[in-house]
C-alpha cells in the first residue's frame, strides 16, 4: 500500500511540473520570444555588416578617380602623391586619411594638411604652407616662416629673394630655440614695416642684423641704419624725415643712428661722402 502511494505521488509531481511549465510558458513566452528575435535581428545585422563591408572594400564604385589640391606654391602636386602614395585604383573605403596627412607633412614647405574623401570617387587635399618670410644663418643657409621658425634649408631652386637675419650663431638656437625665435620674430616685424614704409622713400632692405644693443638694418646699397631696441614705428618716421632732408642736400648716408637712448628724439649720420665723411648732424 505503501508502494502504491508513492506511485501516485510521483505522477502529482510530475503533473506539478508539466503545469509549471506551461504557466512560465504563457508568462515569459512574450519575453523570450521578443529576446530571441532581437537576437537573430542583430545577428543579421552583424552579418550584412560584414558581407556590406567586404562589398564596399571589393567594389569598383568606390575607386579613387579624381585627386585635387589647394594650397600649392612651393609644394608640387607630384611631389605629394608621391610622399602620400596615392594612386589612382584605391580604395576610398581603404585609404588611412591620418597616415596620409602625416605622410604629406613630411614635406618641408608642408606646416598643415587635411585630407577629405568624397564618395564615391574623389579626394581633395587641403594644404597651408610655410610663408617664407626671411632668411638665417643657421650654420647652413635656412628659411624663416611668419612665425620665426627655421622650417627648411635653402636650396637653389627655392628661387628666393629676401632679406637675411644674422648675429644668431647655430649653437644659441639649439640651446634656447625659444628665446633666439622670439628675437627672430622681433626681426621679421621690423622688415614688414620697413617694406611698408612708402614705395621710393626707401632702399630695399638686404639685411637684419641681431645684436646685443637690439638690431640694425643693411640696405642694398649698403647703408646701416642702427634701430637699438623698441619705439620701431617712431624710429623708421624719423628715418624717412632723415632721408628726406638727406635727398634735398645732395647727400647720401653711410650709417644712420637712431638708437641713442639718452636723447631718442635725435639723430646722428655718417655721411658717405669720399670728400668729407663726417658724423654730426642732429635731426629732431
Keep these: 500500500m505503501a508502494f502504491g502511494k508513492s506511485k501516485n505521488r510521483r505522477r502529482q509531481d510530475t503533473a506539478h511540473q508539466k503545469e509549471a511549465v506551461k504557466g512560465a510558458v504563457r508568462v515569459h513566452g512574450p519575453s523570450v520570444g521578443k529576446g530571441l528575435l532581437a537576437a537573430a535581428l542583430t545577428a543579421a545585422l552583424v552579418w550584412g555588416g560584414v558581407e556590406l563591408r567586404a562589398w564596399a572594400l571589393s567594389s569598383p564604385s568606390f575607386q579613387l578617380r579624381e585627386v585635387s589640391f ?7 602636386r607630384a611631389e605629394l602623391v608621391r610622399l602620400s602614395g596615392l594612386a589612382s585604383g584605391q580604395n576610398l573605403f581603404s585609404l588611412d586619411v591620418a597616415a596620409l596627412e602625416r605622410t604629406m607633412l613630411q614635406h618641408p614647405w608642408v606646416r598643415s ?14 594644404v597651408v604652407e610655410h610663408a617664407p618670410s626671411a632668411l638665417v644663418v643657421l650654420g647652413d643657409l635656412y628659411v624663416l616662416d611668419e612665425e620665426g621658425e627655421p622650417f627648411k634649408r635653402v636650396t637653389p631652386g ?40 612708402k614705395p621710393g622713400r626707401h632702399e630695399r632692405l638686404s639685411e637684419v642684423r641681431l645684436e646685443d644693443a637690439g638690431l640694425s638694418l643693411v640696405t642694398m646699397a649698403g647703408q646701416v641704419v642702427r634701430l637699438g631696441e623698441g619705439e620701431t614705428e617712431a624710429k623708421l618716421s624719423r628715418l624717412e624725415r632723415v632721408r628726406r632732408e638727406l635727398s634735398a642736400r645732395g647727400l647720401a648716408a653711410e650709417v644712420i643712428h637712431l638708437d641713442n637712448r639718452a636723447r631718442p628724439g635725435w639723430v646722428a649720420v655718417k655721411i658717405s661722402s669720399p670728400a668729407s665723411e663726417r658724423s654730426g648732424g642732429s635731426v629732431q
Design 70 to 76: 589647394t594650397g600649392l606654391s612651393h609644394a608640387s
Design 113 to 126: 594638411v587635411e585630407v577629405t574623401r568624397h564618395f564615391p570617387t574623389a579626394v581633395s587635399v587641403q
Design 158 to 197: 627655392d628661387g628666393l629673394d629676401l632679406p637675411l637675419v644674422t648675429g644668431v650663431e647655430r649653437e644659441q638656437y639649439v640651446a634656447e630655440p625659444d628665446a633666439v625665435r622670439e628675437r627672430m620674430r622681433e626681426a621679421l616685424a621690423v622688415s614688414r614695416a620697413y617694406a611698408a614704409l
